[in-house]
């Protein structure tokens, strides 16, 4: 008795390896999940010890254990379950003062306005600040009409201003100096 269908049926032929390599693969692409405005990631930590079970015998025989729990890009919550993220997203972190004033890190400039050693000084109510300088001189700083008295500012006049106007917008953003008006922002 000769037969014309094949060995295997559909449902039991291999599927390709390279489909899907887990379920969380299929479930979350990129390891971000997405629940009420949260943008979860799952973190897995190795745990020294034996992993904690209910009862009082030792299941495992390693001497450290994987656990996983979920944390929020956006907001920095942090659950043991990714379904215990029941409220929205409301409270996303602020945004750097970097990204604020719209200045890169890859920047020369901008790393140097971070790294040098430079006083920003404010005397009175009002858009001038003075900066003094790792090389001595003082330079001034007009924060309104983003000018400043230093070689780098008069001569090539860069986007987003010398290292010494981003110092001062920086101090600003952060708190360290109070703006024009005299008030702390935070």
């Not at 971000?32 to 897995?44: F, K, P």
Request: aromatic content about 8%; proline content about 8%.
């Amino acid at each position: 008795m000769s037969t014309n269908r094949p060995l295997q049926s559909d449902s039991h032929q291999d599927r390709p390896t390279d489909e899907y390599t887990s379920d969380r693969d299929r479930s979350y692409p990129g390891d971000i999940a997405r629940l009420n405005g949260h943008e979860l990631v799952a973190i897995d930590e190795w745990l020294p010890g034996a992993e904690p079970t209910p009862y009082e015998i030792d299941l495992s025989d390693g001497y450290e254990y994987r656990t996983r729990y979920w944390r929020c890009r956006k907001c920095s919550q942090e659950r043991n379950h990714r379904d215990e993220f029941t409220t929205r997203c409301d409270n996303p972190q602020p945004a750097t003062a970097l990204e604020a004033g719209g200045y890169s890190i890859d920047d020369p400039r901008t790393r140097r306005a971070l790294n040098e050693r430079l006083d920003v000084r404010f005397g009175t109510v009002g858009p001038i600040y003075e900066i003094g300088s790792e090389s001595g001189n003082t330079y001034e700083v007009d924060i309104e009409a983003t000018t400043c008295t230093c070689p780098d500012f008069e001569q090539r006049q860069p986007d987003n201003g010398c290292k010494h106007l981003r110092r001062v917008d920086l101090e600003i953003r952060t708190g360290l100096v109070p703006a024009p008006d005299g008030t702390f922002s935070r």
